[in-house]
């Protein structure tokens, strides 16, 4: 049977949290694994044990208990063979803004042990493939953010790592740096093999690139599967309502909850989003239950399940929102 390029098992993973409290449970039981040569995609809330998750396959921080393996090796009992084997390209630069992007990859293959000659042919190998031999001897500070982007991935790649660990790779990035980055890294999977770990805060992002998902919350694999199949579990449509003001007295929320066919019902502010069976009969029948009320709304959206629907539906809370809350 293959090995699982990455392997956890009910990692659980506290945190002292003040004088007098019970420890924060950060990982409470935590599983999943990750066949070779796909992406994986972790979306969670805010504190939902995302970036605590990567430390601990990183071999950065130690789990309390549970096993974590990466291709094959405990990281606990074989840190040496699993730092060898990952590259972890983190959400801050790791690069030498004053250095060139050639300086800058050499450096990194000598610091994994390369010979000089054998680094400088690498850099050289990985800014052909990231297209930045034209600005391969500027320093870095000069590059536009796409550019500085897919340095950092390719520093990650010096040693050819079998996994990649990508901490939201494209946030502040525009449009198309962001499609060009997607494109490189669908690439480094599909051709090359490589076993990509992402964590993102665009669901555009993971719906494009992640093979398969996990979303996270309170420290636990809430649920996994491709995009297509989470979304495809998601019968009936989805309704979107914009409320002119805010539902503070929970009145929307009770409207809707004794509708037939209208389900999952949340309320955020002065948007509503619930599921419904039937798209065409339940919006007239949420805009008269409103309307009833004198309750007046802005726009109204029916349609099929997005992955903003499954994650709501096991996390309580609209992406968009968490969204909002991390900008
Ligand atoms: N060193 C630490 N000491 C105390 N608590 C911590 C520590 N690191 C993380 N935590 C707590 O553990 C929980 C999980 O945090 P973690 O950073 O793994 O979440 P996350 O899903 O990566 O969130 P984000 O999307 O904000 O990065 C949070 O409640 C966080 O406050």
Known sequence: MATDALEAVDLVKTYPAGRKK????????????????????LLGPNGAGKSTTVKILTTLSR??????????????????????SIGYVPQKSSSDP???????????????????????RRASELLE?????????????????????????????VHRPRVLFLDEPTTGLDPEARAE???EVGRLS????????????YLEEADWLADQLAIVDHGKVVAEGTPEALK?????????????????DGLVHRLLSDLPGVGEIVVEGNVLRARVDHGATAVPAVLGALEDKAVPVTAV??????????????????????????A
């Open 22 to 41: 019970p420890r924060l449970r950060a990982l409470d039981g935590l599983t999943f694994s990750v066949p070779e040569g796909v992406v994986l995609g």
């Open 63 to 84: 789990a309390d208990s549970g096993t974590a393996r990466v291709v094959g090796y405990d990281v606990n009992r074989s840190q040496e063979q699993v730092r060898r």
């Open 98 to 120: 004053l250095a060139t992007g050639v300086e800058n990859l050499v450096l990194s293959g000598r610091i994994y042990g390369l010979s000089r000659s054998l680094a400088v």
């Open 129 to 157: 493939r990231f297209e930045l031999t034209a600005v391969g001897d500027r320093p870095v500070k000069t590059y536009s953010g796409g550019m500085q982007r897919k340095l950092d991935v390719a520093l990650g790649l």
């Open 181 to 183: 980055l997607w494109n």
């Open 190 to 201: 599909g051709d090359e093999g490589l076993t990509v770990l992402l964590t993102t805060h």
């Open 232 to 248: 495809a579990e998601l019968r009936g449509d989805s309704v979107h309502v914009e409320l002119v003001s805010p539902d503070t």
């Open 301 to 326: 959206t029916v349609s099929r399940p997005s992955l903003d629907d499954v994650y709501l539906r096991y996390t309580g809370r609209s992406f968009r929102s968490v969204e909002g809350e991390a």
